[in-house]
T-cell receptor, first 111, second 112 residues
Framework: QKEVEQDPGPLSVPEGAIVSLNCTYS??????FMWYRQYSRKGPELLMY????GNKEDGRFTAQVDKSSKYISLFIRDSQPSDSATYLC???????????FGQGTRLTINP | SQTIHQWPATLVQPVGSPLSLECTVE??????LYWYRQAAGRGLQLLFY??????ISSEVPQNLSASRPQDRQFILSSKKLLLSDSGFYLC???????????FGPGTRLTVL
């Protein structure tokens, strides 16, 4: 079993839809949770960063962490074609200095 | 904020040839540095990381090596490339305080 599980998709939704992306993990020591967005042939860019449990909102993006269920989510509201990319979740334990990544979910927003 | 440079952007090399990929960082000092490989349609594989000059940790045994000759320079090398070394190579910068990492633009390597 992988330490972090993420459905690779692909996921295709119409423009304007709410998108939900998810990851589950097995290591209860994870405290830092991140979402990266990667456009084709580009390096990943940090989208959201959350420490421990709770929600964090940034514009159309909301990150949720449920440590009791070992489950994290990224919601995209009013999705746009420019949101089409691969989304990777990542997480780490305190002081680990290494991230554990999910496989990434390929998302397409159709105009 | 830091800026990460990687070169070359793309590279086509024959099997058995040597490799040298370079990553340099601006705007930060004493960063943690990372080399990842991403095969087509696959996730990120951590290859090496470094917490200081001359300090290299290897995550995956293979024919690649890494060096950190200066604080903000990280080099990925191979003496003889294999077909399986093809992929997208990413350099990343992290800080011990936040555990976040920031990625460079990447080098796309094709071994023929």
């Amino acid at each position: 079993q992988k330490e972090v599980e993420q459905d690779p998709g692909p996921l295709s939704v119409p423009e304007g839809a709410i998108v939900s992306l998810n990851c589950t993990y097995s290591n209860s020591a994870f405290q830092y949770f991140m979402w990266y967005r990667q456009y084709s042939r580009k390096g990943p860019e940090l989208l959201m960063y959350t420490y421990s449990s709770g929600n964090k909102e940034d514009g159309r993006f909301t990150a949720q962490v449920d440590k009791s269920s070992k489950y994290i989510s990224l919601f995209i509201r009013d999705s746009q074609p420019s949101d089409s990319a691969t989304y990777l979740c990542a997480m780490s334990a305190q002081g680990a200095q290494k991230l554990v990544f999910g496989q990434g979910t390929r998302l397409t927003i159709n105009p | 904020s830091q800026t990460i440079h990687q070169w070359p952007a793309t590279l086509v090399q024959p099997v058995g040839s040597p490799l040298s990929l370079e990553c340099t960082v601006e705007g930060t000092s004493n960063p943690n540095l990372y080399w990842y490989r991403q095969a087509a349609g696959r996730g990120l594989q951590l290859l090496f990381y470094s917490v200081g000059i001359g300090q290299i940790s290897s995550e995956v045994p293979q024919n690649l090596s890494a060096s950190r000759p200066q604080d903000r320079q990280f080099i990925l090398s191979s003496k003889k490339l294999l077909l399986s070394d093809s992929g997208f190579y990413l350099c990343a910068v992290g800080t011990a305080s936040t555990d976040t990492q920031y990625f460079g633009p990447g080098t796309r390597l094709t071994v023929l």
